[in-house]
């Protein structure tokens, strides 16, 4: 503890050399719905905090819903008086903050590696995942791709309207991986790329996608899952911050168009040993079919954390690439679980049925889960589309039933820990009654 007192001291008083300006900084970590929050510290605090000082900040902050009120789960929230958790930095995460007004930091915290880590906070869940795979000696190796739409900055009566092509105001004139539409965007996209590398962030591949001011962004392969996680999540805040500045709203939400796809989070997962043998790649590929056999197997039971809202239900079995069956195929964009073309040393899964505005702490938590259970029962696959276009096993398409699905699987509870499928199941429970509780426009066009 006190040579990592004396690393995160450092990492602060050179911040503070290399930025004299930045008078506060942002102490962010990532709620259930997938929202940061957390506290603006002055530099000088930060310092305090890094020699040792402690940090709280109330254990229930976590349970937030998506609108940011607290529900009743359990005894959280309004029978256990609302205390503090210990909250820790996270080393290698102190950078500026180029978006706003004023000059800023941000610094991710987390109770992961706390004396009382807080069970439901999704860092902590996905730290347990790996500290258990490495255990047994797996190592993974993990990429993430986020689809995200680039909106005009006003809303028209509360909707979106698309971004505006400077050389074309129709919606349908922007091609699909169109190389000039880079272009036409290059100013906020080269921004977002250049703020992301400078949160340490290894940004890769740049697409156009099929919805109009629809992208992808690809991250670099990280053989350090939990920072894999961190750049997901750090991405989606800088990314919203800089198209703010260029007069653009960025949405990560899973299907903003009904007519046009919906954006996904995309999941590159590999597993090595210790001596950096793949094991998927063994013994002619069959720990390849064991692992997809448990992702398949799980994936029914997962769905609240891959479409972790009403909007991301919308998105599965839409016109692109959106599967409403638990699949897995060669080189097949239709399957939820894809197995890309390489060789053996990179052999890998793809895991496609994410929506973009899903938890990344809990969507690779959950995945390598899937994993994990596939290697240990050894069991067979179903056939792949690419046999049988065909095959697949049913998977919930609406919230409370895939609440259901979840809250009682005994490998999740298990491999997640029971505390975090309850408290997480409750409040997806508790967000989708919420959203239910409005009477919208088209109720009173079908029923007055």
């Known amino acids: 503890m006190k040579s990592q007192a004396c690393t995160l001291l450092a990492e602060v008083r050179t911040f503070r050399q290399n930025h004299p ?125 986020l689809e995200f739409y680039l909106f005009d900055k006003k809303l028209d009566n509360g909707l979106p309207q698309f971004a505006r092509d400077p050389l074309s105001d129709d919606p349908d004139d922007q091609p699909n991986l169109h190389i000039e539409r880079l272009s036409r965007f290059g100013e906020v996209l080269d921004d977002m790329a250049q703020t992301a590398t400078d949160q340490g962030i ?6 156009a996608e099929i919805g109009p001011g629809q992208f992808e962004i690809n991250f670099g392969h990280l053989d350090d899952g939990m920072r894999a996680a961190d750049w997901a999540a750090l991405f989606c805040r800088s990314t919203r911050g800089v198209a703010l500045k260029h007069g653009y709203r960025a949405s990560f939400m899973a299907k903003p168009y009904l007519q046009y796809p919906g954006s996904g989070m995309h999941v590159h997962v590999s597993l090595y040993d210790g001596a950096g043998n793949n094991l998927l790649a063994a013994h002619q590929q069959q720990p390849l079919r064991h692992a997809v056999a448990g992702c398949l197997e799980l994936l029914p039971h997962c769905m609240p954390i891959f479409s972790p809202n009403h909007n991301a239900f919308r998105r599965l079995g839409g016109a692109v690439n959106a599967a409403t069956r638990a699949s897995w ?32 702490y809990l969507v690779l938590a959950a995945i390598l889960v899937g994993l994990e259970h596939g290697l240990e029962a050894k069991r067979e696959p179903i056939a792949p589309l690419n046999e049988d276009r065909s095959s697949g096993t049913d998977f919930p398409l609406e919230m409370l039933d895939a609440v259901r699905a979840m809250q009682h699987q005994a490998v999740l509870r298990d491999k997640l820990g029971a505390e975090f499928v309850d408290v997480y199941c409750e409040n997806k429970r508790q967000d989708h009654l919420a959203f239910q509780q409005e009477i919208n426009a088209r109720e009173y066009r079908w029923f007055l």
Request: glycine share 8%; net charge negative.
């Open 21 to 145: 300006d930045v008078r506060y900084v942002d102490l962010i970590a990532l709620d259930i719905p997938g929202h940061f929050y957390g506290k603006r510290y002055p530099v000088e605090m930060l310092e305090k905090v890094a020699a040792g000082s402690p940090l709280k900040l109330p254990q229930n902050a976590v349970l937030l819903g998506v609108q940011g009120g607290l529900f009743k789960i359990g005894d959280y929230c309004f029978n256990d008086g609302d205390p503090d958790a210990n909250r820790r930095l996270v080393p290698g995460t102190l950078k500026p903050v180029s978006w706003e007004s004023q000059p800023l930091g941000q610094m991710l915290i987390t109770s992961d590696g706390t004396e009382a880590p807080i069970e439901f906070e999704p860092r902590e869940v996905l730290a347990k995942v790996l500290e258990r795979l490495q255990h047994k000696g797996i190592h993974p190796v993990v990429a993430f791709e």
């Open 202 to 207: 290894d940004i890769t591949v740049i697409t």
């Open 329 to 360: 195929g060669f080189e097949d964009r239709d399957a939820c679980v894809r197995i890309p073309e390489s060789d053996p040393r990179n052999l890998r899964i793809e895991h496609r049925l994410a929506s973009a505005d899903a938890n990344p």
